[in-house]
């Protein structure tokens, strides 16, 4: 068929239209700045080829943020569609796109890589390693998920997105009832950041297992460091459940195969219990980073030891057993035997037990401290009441009786975001916040933090509150629009201005990163928190591609708080010695580059162009297997020359 | 200060939510089933706000006593646990959970059966209705009485009424929030739900599962009448209704929407969809029915069709296009 270009690029919407004006205006800019002040190279040699993981990890978070805002959009979008009934400033099909890509988008592009950013900044300097075990991985992983990003942000201005919702439930995602290529970007584009995941996943578990600094056994790891490593082996168990029921999507998409379609047989329900046997152990990715993230702050700042260590890691893994136990919970109504759907009503409950102890364990933690209020603070003390209410919300969707009513309405809506945001979103702020000096030099500004904490948590709770009743008065999920006759508009009203307060406290946030980098004093300290771990025994703004001069010797749990409480510095002997490290790669950012292009093309059902990027891919591999370049030393001077320069800063 | 604001915001939230719930469609039940699933939420809210409270004032205590004062005289950096206080806030979600699990089980077995209805002697034979859902329209037979409708249902107060939930389609999910909780109707597949009214009255219907564009309109009314009431319209509905052809049924395959209608024999008589997974999708190819991308140009150019009764057969579904 030849390409029509009116249907290649999506056109007929004026939303679109402004959004491809200000994709292309905002690419130019950026082409033309960067000749402009020749950063080139400086971008290709020091963050695209880069295998150090801190520059990683800002990488992910900065587009995680990104995702933020454009998931962010898309809830401004469908909030304002909603906030009175019977509006058409959005139409059934493009709802239909929008509320898809915000779901996928807001776990997949941005929960998740916010937590891997901040994993890959903070893991390997708590536990006094030099990078992580894999750093070309680590580099490949993330490409591959940038690109899985890029090709999946795409699918509104070239074809069409997917609109079948983030589940994509079968028969509906089949191309007799969603044609066009907007399943195809959902599979390819899932997959292809998938394959990254998985990666960090394997690569976190060796770098926990095998790299940790002298001294450090698995019980003396600080909080976030357990909470990762546990997170690693639910990726590395749970994702490759998507991998294969994505690539079964595949095969029906494209090449007419019936795993889970009407036709030959398929089984639609099939993809309903691979989809959530992956899925709510996602979940659980998302959420336990965020555990460690609080468990770290709340100690800092209450300035006391975690309470319950022991308590708290066993419950964390329990929570990952659990997890992989529970994933009927999303289809009670599916027909299941009441054996069944009891059983599974018993396990999702049962969740709730190591989380309640998470819960005191916290609230214990603050007992008989000395509470400073700092931004981070606030997110994690706010997390605790919010998480609660998402909580005990969820043990009542638990129970199956009840769930018949709740399946498929604004009460389930307003449960996930309650996890989701309290949770996951207010520890990426908490975290982004609390490591920031370590990553750019100088805090955040506390100011204007505050002002973003306390709108965006009034906003989150206007918004999502009411819709619990919602739910309770019958408004089903993903519909786009409702009658005068249902009752649903004031709380919907509600809703819709809590949204918008917190796009503001969003945009408050944005503008505090500029405000603080022309304004904020800068940390010479590398300890600007009095922190209790070892990644502020560094030197902050970045630090040293090789993180330590000397690597530390850990004694107790909290290692640095231990050494300051001893006067030890780690800093005073200038007798070092060279110190071996992995070169930057090239290879990681091209091969990931032509998975792009295989899988638009494969969107698109071009296949010689698929098939010669396949080969491109192969080729790639070849070259890697055949490097047999290791890595180099830093020498000594160096390293005297870069640890003169941090103490006289 | 932030303890106080935690404070206020959690009354405000309780205030507002024990006043808002009364008049909630899933918190006024009219029948035995919705009964029985909004005690059991009834149940749940009183527990969970009493976990929340707990939580809550836990919290206010710790951020008002230990909040950072300079001097603060109880701050004790040693403790690091107390396996008295962990084993305590272990064991008590044990009993919670245990507590709620009981009720929870005996309401999920006890919804596989006919309601009993208490404000009759005899119970009643349940009336059994299969629903169909199509994109995006409700089909009900009545295969006792021979009728079959659309978009709408009769039935008569007091008395058990078992679904035969099926789909010609996407799946769909049967829900009527005032007589109890949704199921999933799948095609190649056949599920059982059992509801009841107790009141006379009119109550909203829906799917509620995303099937896709015509998603939020798929609704269908249902009438609950008295016992002559009801046996009056079949007897009417037998009489005057017109009879249903495969010929027009098929009709129905084919993506849209539908007004209410109703007639005097059933579809089962040709086909079951719980049987005949791929019979929708035959048949409204063989209307010349193609499912285009939204974004190209022949989906841009397709409505949704309307049928009304009595359905138009001579419409097929071919998109006009002038060719540029
Ligand atoms: C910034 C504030 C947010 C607002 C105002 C918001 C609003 C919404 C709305 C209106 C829907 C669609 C409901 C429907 O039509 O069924 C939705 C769905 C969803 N949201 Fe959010 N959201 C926000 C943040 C988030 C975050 C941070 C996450 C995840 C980390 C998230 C995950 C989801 C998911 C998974 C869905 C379901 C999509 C689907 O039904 O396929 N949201 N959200
Ligand atoms: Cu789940
Ligand atoms: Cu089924």
């Given at each position: 068929?030849?390409?029509?270009?009116?249907?290649?690029?999506?056109?007929?919407?004026?939303?679109?239209?402004?959004?491809?004006?200000?994709?292309?205006?905002?690419?130019i800019?950026?082409?033309?700045?960067?000749?402009?002040?020749?950063?080139?190279?400086?971008?290709?040699?020091?963050?695209?080829?880069?295998?150090?993981h801190?520059?990683?990890?800002?990488?992910?978070?900065a587009?995680?943020?990104?995702?933020?805002?454009?998931?962010?959009?898309?809830?401004?979008?469908?909030?304002?569609?909603?906030?009175?009934?019977?509006?058409?400033?959005?139409?059934?099909?493009?709802?239909?796109?929008?509320?898809?890509?915000?779901?996928?988008?807001?776990?997949?592009?941005?929960?998740?890589p916010?937590?891997?950013?901040?994993?890959?900044?903070?893991?390997?300097?708590?536990?006094?390693?030099?990078?992580?075990?894999?750093?070309?991985?680590?580099?490949?992983?993330?490409?591959?998920?940038?690109?899985?990003?890029?090709?999946?942000?795409?699918?509104?201005?070239?074809g069409?997105?997917?609109?079948?919702?983030?589940?994509?439930?079968?028969?509906?995602?089949?191309?007799?009832?969603?044609?066009?290529?907007?399943?195809?970007?959902?599979?390819?584009?899932?997959?292809?950041?998938?394959?990254?995941?998985?990666?960090?996943?394997?690569?976190?578990?060796?770098?926990?297992?095998?790299?940790?600094?002298?001294?450090?056994?698995?019980?003396?790891?600080?909080?976030?460091?357990?909470?990762?490593?546990?997170?690693?082996?639910?990726?590395?168990?749970?994702?490759?459940?998507?991998?294969?029921?994505?690539?079964?999507?595949?095969?029906?998409?494209?090449?007419?195969?019936?795993?889970?379609?009407?036709?030959?047989?398929?089984?639609?329900?099939?993809?309903?219990?691979?989809?959530?046997?992956?899925?709510?152990p996602?979940?659980?990715?998302?959420?336990?980073?965020?555990?460690?993230i609080?468990?770290?702050?709340?100690?800092?700042?209450?300035?006391?030891?975690?309470?319950?260590?022991?308590?708290?890691?066993?419950?964390?893994?329990?929570?990952?057993?659990?997890?992989?136990?529970?994933?009927?919970?999303?289809?009670?109504?599916?027909?299941?035997?009441?054996?069944?759907n009891?059983?599974?009503?018993?396990?999702?409950?049962?969740?709730?037990?190591?989380?309640?102890?998470?819960?005191?364990n916290?609230?214990?933690?603050?007992?008989?401290?000395?509470?400073?209020?700092t931004?981070?603070?606030?997110?994690?003390?706010?997390?605790?009441?919010?998480?609660?209410?998402?909580?005990?919300?969820?043990?009542?969707?638990?129970?199956?009786?009840?769930?018949?009513?709740?399946?498929?309405?604004?009460?389930?809506?307003?449960?996930?975001?309650?996890?989701?945001?309290?949770?996951?979103?207010?520890?990426?702020?908490?975290?982004?916040?609390?490591?920031?000096?370590?990553?750019?030099?100088?805090?955040?500004?506390?100011?204007?933090?505050?002002?973003?904490?306390?709108?965006?948590?009034?906003?989150?709770?206007?918004?999502?509150?009411?819709?619990?009743?919602?739910?309770?008065?019958?408004?089903?999920?993903?519909?786009?629009?409702?009658?005068?006759?249902?009752g649903?508009?004031?709380?919907?009203?509600?809703?819709?201005?809590?949204?918008?307060?917190?796009?503001?406290?969003?945009?408050?946030?944005?503008?505090?990163?500029?405000?603080?980098?022309r304004?904020?004093?800068?940390?010479?300290t590398?300890?600007?928190?009095?922190?209790?771990?070892l990644?502020?025994a560094?030197?902050?703004?970045?630090?040293?591609?090789?993180?330590?001069?000397?690597?530390?010797?850990?004694?107790?749990?909290?290692?640095?708080?231990?050494?300051?409480?001893?006067?030890?510095?780690?800093?005073?002997?200038?007798?070092?010695?060279?110190?071996?490290?992995?070169?930057?790669?090239?290879l990681?950012?091209?091969m990931?580059?032509?998975?792009?292009?295989?899988?638009?093309?494969?969107?698109?059902?071009?296949?010689?162009?698929?098939?010669?990027?396949?080969?491109?891919?192969?080729?790639?591999?070849?070259?890697?297997?055949?490097?047999?370049?290791?890595?180099?030393?830093?020498?000594?001077?160096?390293?005297?020359?870069?640890?003169?320069?941090?103490?006289?800063? | 200060?932030?303890?106080?604001?935690?404070?206020?915001?959690?009354?405000?939230?309780?205030?507002?939510?024990?006043?808002?719930?009364?008049?909630?469609?899933?918190?006024?039940?009219?029948?035995?089933?919705?009964?029985?699933?909004?005690?059991?939420?009834?149940?749940?809210?009183?527990?969970?706000i009493?976990?929340?409270?707990?939580?809550?004032?836990?919290?206010?205590?710790?951020?008002?006593?230990?909040?950072?004062?300079?001097?603060?005289?109880?701050?004790?950096?040693?403790?690091?646990?107390?396996?008295?206080?962990?084993?305590?806030?272990?064991?008590?979600?044990?009993?919670?959970?245990?507590?709620?699990?009981i009720?929870?089980?005996?309401?999920?077995y006890?919804l596989?059966?006919?309601?009993?209805?208490?404000?009759?002697?005899?119970?009643?034979?349940?009336?059994?209705?299969?629903?169909?859902?199509?994109?995006?329209?409700?089909?009900?037979s009545?295969?006792?009485?021979?009728i079959?409708?659309?978009?709408?249902?009769?039935?008569?107060?007091?008395?058990?009424?078992?679904?035969?939930?099926?789909?010609?389609?996407?799946?769909?999910?049967?829900?009527?929030?005032?007589?109890?909780?949704?199921?999933?109707?799948?095609?190649?597949?056949e599920?059982?739900?059992?509801l009841a009214?107790?009141?006379?009255?009119?109550?909203?219907?829906?799917?509620?599962?995303?099937?896709?564009?015509g998603?939020?309109?798929?609704?269908f009314?249902?009438?609950?009448?008295?016992?002559?009431?009801?046996?009056?319209?079949?007897?009417d509905?037998?009489?005057n209704?017109?009879?249903?052809?495969?010929?027009?049924?098929?009709?129905?395959?084919?993506?849209?929407?539908?007004?209410?209608?109703?007639?005097?024999?059933?579809?089962?008589?040709?086909?079951?969809?719980?049987?005949?997974?791929?019979?929708?999708?035959?048949?409204?190819?063989?209307?010349?029915?193609?499912?285009?991308?939204?974004?190209?140009?022949?989906?841009?150019?397709?409505?949704?069709?309307?049928?009304?009764?009595?359905?138009?057969?001579?419409?097929?579904?071919?998109?006009?296009?002038?060719?540029?």
């Amino acid at each position: 068929m030849p390409l029509r270009w009116d249907e290649f690029i999506v056109t007929g919407d004026p939303f679109i239209l402004a959004a491809q004006i200000s994709i292309a205006l905002t690419s130019i800019i950026a082409v033309v700045a960067l000749t402009y002040f020749k950063k080139w190279k400086m971008l290709w040699t020091d963050w695209i080829t880069t295998v150090d993981h801190k520059k990683i990890g800002i990488m992910y978070i900065a587009c995680a943020l990104l995702m933020l805002f454009r998931g962010g959009v898309d809830a401004m979008m469908m909030r304002t569609q909603l906030a009175a009934p019977e509006l058409d400033f959005l139409s059934s099909q493009h709802y239909n796109e929008i509320f898809t890509t915000h779901g996928t988008i807001m776990i997949i592009f941005m929960a998740m890589p916010f937590l891997i950013g901040l994993m890959n900044v903070v893991v390997p300097l708590q536990i006094g390693a030099r990078d992580l075990a894999f750093p070309f991985l680590n580099n490949l992983s993330f490409w591959t998920f940038f690109f899985g990003m890029a090709l999946f942000n795409i699918s509104f201005v070239i074809g069409g997105s997917p609109s079948a919702g983030w589940t994509s439930y079968f028969p509906l995602a089949s191309n007799d009832f969603s044609p066009g290529v907007g399943q195809n970007y959902y599979a390819l584009g899932i997959q292809l950041s998938g394959i990254g995941t998985l990666a960090t996943g394997i690569n976190f578990i060796v770098t926990i297992l095998r790299m940790r600094t002298k001294g450090m056994s698995l019980m003396k790891m600080p909080m976030f460091t357990w909470t990762v490593f546990i997170t690693s082996l639910i990726i590395v168990l749970a994702f490759p459940v998507l991998t294969v029921a994505l690539a079964m999507m595949t095969f029906d998409l494209l090449f007419g195969t019936h795993f889970f379609t009407l036709q030959g047989e398929g089984l639609d329900m099939l993809w309903a219990n691979l989809f959530w046997i992956w899925g709510h152990p996602e979940v659980y990715i998302v959420a336990l980073p965020a555990f460690g993230i609080f468990s770290e702050i709340i100690s800092t700042f209450a300035r006391k030891k975690l309470f319950g260590y022991n308590a708290m890691v066993a419950s964390i893994v329990v929570i990952s057993g659990l997890s992989f136990l529970v994933w009927v919970h999303h289809f009670f109504t599916m027909g299941n035997s009441a054996a069944v759907n009891s059983f599974f009503s018993i396990t999702t409950m049962a969740i709730s037990v190591p989380t309640g102890v998470k819960i005191f364990n916290w609230l214990f933690t603050l007992h008989k401290g000395k509470i400073r209020f700092t931004t981070p603070m606030l997110w994690s003390l706010g997390f605790i009441p919010n998480f609660v209410i998402g909580g005990v919300t969820g043990v009542m969707l638990a129970m199956a009786a009840a769930d018949y009513q709740y399946h498929n309405t604004y009460f389930l809506v307003s449960h996930f975001h309650y996890v989701l945001i309290a949770a996951t979103v207010f520890a990426c702020f908490a975290g982004l916040i609390y490591w920031y000096p370590k990553m750019f030099g100088h805090r955040m500004n506390e100011r204007i933090g505050k002002w973003v904490f306390w709108i965006f948590m009034i906003g989150f709770n206007v918004c999502f509150f009411p819709q619990y009743f919602l739910g309770l008065d019958g408004m089903p999920r993903r519909i786009y629009t409702y009658l005068e006759g249902d009752g649903w508009f004031s709380l919907n009203l509600i809703s819709t201005l809590g949204a918008f307060m917190m796009a503001a406290a969003f945009a408050l946030f944005v503008y505090n990163i500029y405000y603080s980098w022309r304004y904020e004093k800068r940390d010479t300290t590398g300890d600007p928190w009095d922190g209790r771990t070892l990644e502020w025994a560094t030197s902050s703004a970045i630090p040293p591609h090789y993180n330590f001069a000397h690597q530390p010797e850990v004694v107790e749990r909290d290692a640095f708080w231990d050494m300051k409480e001893k006067g030890i510095d780690l800093n005073a002997s200038t007798d070092y010695q060279k110190i071996h490290m992995p070169n930057h790669t090239w290879l990681g950012p091209v091969m990931a580059f032509f998975m792009f292009a295989a899988s638009f093309a494969l969107v698109f059902s071009w296949w010689i162009p698929a098939i010669l990027s396949g080969v491109a891919i192969f080729v790639c591999m070849i070259i890697r297997s055949f490097d047999y370049n290791d890595g180099y030393y830093v020498s000594v001077e160096e390293i005297e020359e870069t640890e003169r320069k941090a103490k006289e800063a | 200060m932030p303890s106080s604001i935690f404070k206020w915001i959690s009354l405000a939230m309780v205030a507002v939510f024990l006043s808002g719930c009364g008049s909630l469609t899933v918190l006024d039940p009219q029948g035995p089933v919705a009964e029985q699933q909004s005690s059991l939420i009834w149940l749940s809210i009183w527990f969970m706000i009493f976990i929340v409270l707990v939580v809550f004032v836990l919290l206010t205590i710790m951020l008002v006593k230990y909040r950072d004062r300079g001097n603060n005289d109880n701050y004790d950096p040693s403790i690091e646990g107390s396996h008295k206080l962990e084993f305590i806030w272990t064991i008590i979600p044990i009993v919670i959970v245990t507590i709620l699990s009981i009720p929870t089980v005996i309401t999920i077995y006890s919804l596989e059966e006919a309601p009993e209805i208490e404000e009759v002697d005899a119970q009643q034979e349940p009336l059994v209705i299969h629903a169909t859902s199509a994109n995006w329209k409700w089909i009900f037979s009545y295969p006792e009485e021979g009728i079959e409708t659309i978009n709408y249902i009769n039935i008569p107060v007091d008395r058990p009424v078992l679904f035969k939930l099926t789909s010609a389609d996407s799946m769909a999910s049967f829900w009527v929030p005032q007589l109890g909780g949704q199921k999933y109707s799948m095609s190649g597949m056949e599920t059982e739900l059992f509801l009841a009214a107790t009141e006379v009255g009119q109550y909203e219907g829906r799917n509620a599962n995303f099937t896709g564009e015509g998603f939020a309109e798929q609704r269908f009314t249902v009438n609950a009448q008295t016992d002559e009431a009801f046996n009056e319209w079949v007897e009417d509905t037998q009489e005057n209704a017109p009879s249903l052809s495969e010929d027009e049924y098929v009709h129905l395959m084919v993506p849209g929407h539908a007004e209410e209608m109703t007639f005097s024999s059933t579809h089962l008589e040709f086909v079951n969809h719980a049987y005949d997974a791929t019979y929708s999708l035959e048949k409204r190819a063989e209307l010349g029915y193609e499912a285009h991308s939204p974004h190209s140009r022949e989906g841009k150019a397709f409505d949704l069709p309307i049928l009304s009764q009595p359905i138009n057969t001579d419409k097929t579904y071919e998109v006009e296009l002038d060719d540029e």
